[in-house]
């Protein structure tokens, strides 16, 4: 995999200028596998998350329900490397193409889009890994 070259100082803060942050300072993020296209999870982003994840490579969220910064992998070992980041149009939502190690659901699942809406049923379309 290769990561992205190394960012300028300046480009975080252009970045962010460009970021439509919701009132809580919050912006959500679609992590997809960048060689699949595979959606894996959506999560939540500040502007300090968003400058760590660009300087460091690895993505890192802002967790809602501990108010604080969240590594991907922190606990599971699963992380998320970035290989891009694409803000949306309005700038609202970002899109982060990762490589993801593991799981990328807390269910031990590889995407959090584990069930599907078919006729009157919800059904589970993917497995936990083994």
């Not at 894996?40 to 300090?48: G, V």
């Not at 967790?63 to 309005?90: F, I, M, N, T």
Request: net charge negative; hydrophobic share 40%; with cysteine.
């Amino acid at each position: 995999m290769t990561l992205p070259p190394a960012l300028s100082h300046a480009l975080p803060d252009k970045l962010l200028a460009e970021i439509r942050f919701d009132e809580r300072g919050l912006v959500p993020a679609i992590a997809q596998q960048h060689d699949s296209g595979e959606v894996l999870m959506m999560a939540w982003m500040n502007a300090e998350s968003i400058r760590e994840t660009l300087a460091s490579g690895r993505v890192c969220y802002w967790s809602r329900s501990r108010g604080a910064l969240w590594r991907k992998g922190e606990s599971s070992g699963h992380v998320q490397r970035l290989v891009e980041l694409r803000l949306d149009c309005d700038g609202d939502t970002l899109l982060l193409l990762v490589e993801q190690s593991g799981p990328a659901c807390h269910t031990n699942r590889r995407s959090c889009f584990y069930r599907a809406a078919r006729g009157e049923a919800l059904e589970t379309i993917a497995e936990p890994v083994a």
